[in-house]
């Protein structure tokens, strides 16, 4: 009803103003570039609105081709993206069957169809690690570094590229910009941690250990191991410099967070012994030949009393063997005493049972050629000394050990 009363009003307004121009039509002139118009009102109103509408008219038509070149443009674009998605799908899946050359052609083909996809760049990235192209490894790498939602990624490939090939300063500087951002991811901190091992800064690596990140990065018996073993080697590196009262320090340290390391023990033993206080470290190493005896924790423990006769540490052994009576190790290292201290009857005791099959190949070596010393010296029989030494060649030694310094913390966490 509206719209009817509307379209009524507005035809009596038309009719209203024809009837008055009819009866009123008026004149008008105009004069431009010397040409001279003269019409009525009505006949100028009449072209203005023919103006009007020829104007409107192109108005449409070029939207309406405007309109269609957008539609084609569009229908390009979408589908150039659906050729890239699918060359990108195909890239990743060459990736991962291990088409290294199929990869990188593939994302060639993605990147000029997707050049803005930050996906094109991982995929760069991971055909180029695949076909050994470290070149263009690293520059997919550095283009991820652009955006805040790639630049870890980025960092990563950089700092594992980095360390692959031995510079530990490179991967120390891309694990630090990870470590600066709010986001800190926990690999970042395990790179840190293990060029800092790698160059033997002990001390700043276990720096590293005590950012809340690290309960993240390690599990909390791993990282209960790994400080105690470097609190341990910071103490080895200042013995060997000659300060006895840092390593002493640092043993502690260690042995705080782990008491049943051996190693930490075996330094403090030396650390103690330089300062002339061994005596008061014997404690620590009864305590840890309890847990796992060993040739160099027996060495720490003889050295805490410097010049000492055979005879007193036969009888100072004894230490030892009260806390793990019946072990190889124990019974071994009590018979060797006791033979440098001429106590023949104690070491044939000591060895009884350690030559048997049911022995460890290394322990029936080490006991047979202590019992051919007793042979030898006892009672100058060097047949039988030869017999036993026999024994000891046939038998399976283990291989010495050489240990090296670790170059990270996984080789840390894998000492025994």
């Known amino acids: 009803m509206l719209r009817l009363a509307l379209y009524v009003f507005v035809v009596a307004a038309l009719v209203a103003g024809a009837v ?50 957008q539609a084609f443009t569009a229908a390009r674009r979408e589908r150039r993206m659906r050729r890239g998605l699918v060359r990108l799908g195909d890239g990743f899946a060459a990736v991962q069957a291990g088409q290294g050359q199929i990869a990188r052609k593939l994302a060639k ?156 023990v075996i330094v403090y033993a030396r650390a103690m012994t330089a300062q002339g206080k061994g005596k008061k470290a014997a404690s620590a190493v009864e305590r840890a030949w309890g847990v796992r005896p060993g040739s160099d924790l027996l060495l720490a423990y003889k050295g805490l009393v410097p010049a000492e006769s055979a005879l007193d540490w036969a009888r100072r052994i004894d230490g030892l063997a009260k806390v793990s009576p019946d072990h190889p190790e124990t019974r071994l290292a009590v018979a060797a005493a006791s033979l440098d201290a001429e106590l023949w009857g104690q070491t044939r005791n000591r060895l009884t049972g350690l030559t048997g099959v049911d022995a460890a190949p290394d322990v029936r070596a080490r006991a047979a050629q202590l019992l051919a010393e007793v042979e030898r010296y006892e009672r100058g029989d060097a047949d039988k000394a030869a017999e036993w030494l026999h024994v000891a060649i046939e038998s399976q030694r283990a291989p010495a050990r050489n240990p090296k310094k670790p170059k990270s913390a996984a080789e840390i966490l894998a000492q025994t």
């Open 20 to 69: 008055w121009l009819a009866a009123d039509p008026g004149a008008v002139s105009m004069t431009w570039r010397g040409w001279q118009i003269e019409t009525s009102v009505g006949v100028l109103i009449a072209a203005v609105i023919a103006m009007v509408a020829v104007v409107l008219l192109f108005a449409r038509l070029l939207a309406f081709v405007t309109g269609k070149v």
């Open 109 to 264: 083909e993605a990147g000029s169809l997707l050049s803005d996809n930050p996906a094109v760049l991982m995929l760069r990235k991971d055909a180029a690690a695949l076909a050994g192209d470290t070149q263009e490894m690293q520059a997919a790498a550095e283009a991820m570094l652009a955006r805040p939602e790639t630049e870890l990624a980025g960092i990563r490939t950089l700092a594992q590229k980095s360390q692959a090939e031995g510079d530990t300063a490179g991967a120390l500087t891309q694990a630090k910009r990870a470590l600066a951002r709010k986001d800190a991811p926990g690999w970042a901190l395990q790179i840190a941690v293990d060029m800092e091992v790698a160059a033997e800064r002990w001390g700043d690596a276990l720096s590293l250990l005590d950012e809340k990140l690290a309960r993240e990065a390690y599990t909390v018996s791993d990282l209960k191991r790994l400080r105690s073993r470097l609190f341990t080697l910071q103490a080895q590196t200042a013995l060997s410099q000659g300060d006895s009262s840092a390593a002493v320090n640092a043993a502690k340290k260690a042995m705080d967070i782990d008491d049943t390391n051996p190693a930490a």
